[in-house]
């Protein structure tokens, strides 16, 4: 069973830090799937129509089983509850926060309001799965194109073919490369959410994707999300 057989129950990211700076209002999204907070979020911000992009075979069942709960649910405490306690699917151990915490990082939980509005908009949406490796996009997504793309931390589980600093960066430029091909003209992606705002994991930093990137001209902006985390976006003009 590998690390990503199970599912992340709720969010472990800032959503809420980044979330109004993708635009997604009447737009089509690509976003990791993992909890389904990220689609949420898109929805309540107003997406047209969101695809999951995941590689657990699971996460798009996951998400129908939560939608479900979603719409039972008289309140937020109510849904986070019912989340956490179904026992349908195996969660990943320790991910999971508190409710309280949850509401500051993802804004369909923020107040019942924000949640009775996504209640609205999910009954008249649906999500897309597709199941698919980030790193091959390509090879799954064949031609699709979309205007905001949210990868959330999964740049964090890359694992460059060398630890040669200009084989990683020429790599980390070539997946860039393949994830823009993806985006339409003045579309945004969120490329990489990074706890801390420094290392991505042992091999990479954000100065390794910055130097890849800006040598091409490539203009990324940082938003900076509570508790240090940075989200890295791009905007292709
Ligand atoms: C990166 S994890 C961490 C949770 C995330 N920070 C969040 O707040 O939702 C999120 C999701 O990425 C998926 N994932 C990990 N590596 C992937 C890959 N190479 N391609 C596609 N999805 C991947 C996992 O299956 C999981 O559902």
Known sequence: MSKFDRIYPFTTEFISGYMKHLNVGGKSVLTVGSSGDQAYNAFLYGA?????????????????????????????????????????????????????????????????????????????NEVEGIVGDVFKMDDTLKGRVFDVINLSNVLQYYQPKSMDKTVIRRELLELFNMFIGHLKDNGTIMLSYIYGGQELNEFISLYDVLVSLEKEKYQLEGVHTSDGDLALMYQKR
Do not use: W
């Open 48 to 124: 047209n129509n969101v695809t999951l992009f995941d590689i657990n075979p699971n996460a798009k069942a996951f998400v129908d089983k939560k939608s479900d709960i979603l719409f039972d649910s008289k309140c937020i405490r109510d849904f986070y509850y019912a989340v956490v306690e179904s026992s349908d699917f195996s969660y990943i151990d320790g991910e999971v926060f508190s409710c309280k915490s949850l509401r500051l990082m993802n804004d369909y939980m923020r107040d019942e309001d924000a949640f009775k509005h996504l209640q609205k908009r999910m009954v008249v």
